[in-house]
């Protein structure tokens, strides 16, 4: 594990993707009293702490592994929750400038609100979404961006969260850019995390979680075939997560399964793939071993899991989970 943390040092990372903010708000009870306007309770928030979310959380990840240089590239807007973004990065050394700022689009943002009394998260949350596919101008930028800014990385991992027709960055266009650079860069590690578009990926490392990759092969195959879904991806690598039993590795030569230590009572699985996703970039870099990057993987997985919201794993952390 040493080597691989040493190695990290040395590495740079772009995220690209839908980068969002999570805003986690703690709420007292007891100051619910109604609004005199409408009479409707109110939800008495007493403090806010602020993180980089989806593709951040990605970011959030990699700096905390100690690399030299993480920077994130996706699309946000003129408001608020923008600026509060970008404060969020740079206090965890990502680098922002690639960001886009539309007019046009809100600040993708999670806003959870957890009870104060009881430490859960207990009210519906309030999302800042958007319905409407990214704006031309934007995906253009995004483009552009890209276009330039794709050969300064070691690492290129892409973040495709968006669901339900939102406003996501990965875009058919964009795919089609990834799909063009990623094999003329053959020292690269680009690895995609889609919820719902793996199957549209090509030539590209994909970790899709058991679920998500089900769904692709039902719907592509009308059963669940993880060979046949990388052959049809043209994946250099497929890694199917699942979860607290580990991952199964599909390559060309077939399957292996790296288990992952079990976890009890686990405080918070939220983020458990970006950081696997992290860890298992950092460390194939490092290595080109697909096995052993699993496990090193697994290891980021299983410490942030066990941290309230989407926690981190650094290296002091790992060496001493090493030698348990």
Request: charged content about 25%; some cysteine.
């Amino acid at each position: 594990m040493n080597d691989i943390l040493e190695k990290a040092t040395t590495l740079s990372a772009l995220i690209v993707g839908d980068v969002c903010l999570d805003r986690w708000c703690r709420y007292d009870p007891e100051l619910g009293e109604p609004s005199r306007e409408t009479g409707i309770p109110r939800t008495g928030v007493i403090r806010v702490d602020i993180t980089p979310g989806a593709a951040g959380t990605v970011a959030n990840n990699l700096a905390a592994l100690g690399l030299a240089r993480v920077a994130v590239l996706g699309v946000i807007g003129q408001d608020g929750h923008g600026f509060e973004l970008r404060r969020a990065l740079r206090e965890r050394r990502i680098e922002d400038k690639l960001l886009v700022e539309s007019a046009d689009v809100q600040t993708f943002t999670y806003t959870k609100l957890i009870n104060s009394r009881t430490n859960v998260e207990d009210q519906p949350r309030v999302d800042f979404i958007n319905p409407s596919k990214l704006p031309s101008a934007a995906e253009r930028a995004v483009l552009d961006s890209l276009l330039g800014a794709f050969d300064l990385f070691d690492i290129v991992i892409v973040s495709d969260q968006a669901e339900g027709g939102c406003g996501g960055v990965i875009t058919k266009a964009v795919r089609a850019l990834l799909h063009e650079l990623a094999p003329n860069f053959p020292d690269k590690v680009v690895l995609v995390d889609s919820r719902q578009h793996v199957a549209d990926f090509r030539r590209i490392i994909a970790k899709p979680n058991h679920i998500e990759a089900a769904k692709a092969c039902t719907d592509l195959f009308g059963r669940i075939d993880y060979r046949a879904l990388r052959e049809h991806m043209c994946a250099p690598l497929l890694l199917v997560t699942h979860g607290g039993e580990g991952v199964l590795l599909v390559t060309p030569e077939g399957e292996q399964w790296v288990r992952t230590k079990p976890v009890e009572s686990p405080v918070d699985i939220c983020g458990a793939g970006d950081s696997f996703a992290a860890g298992f970039s950092v460390a194939y870099r490092a290595t080109r071993d697909a096995a052993r990057a699993a496990r090193f993987g697994n290891a980021v997985a299983s410490i942030t899991i066990m941290k309230p919201g989407t926690g981190t794993a650094s290296p002091v952390e790992l060496l001493a989970a090493s030698q348990a």
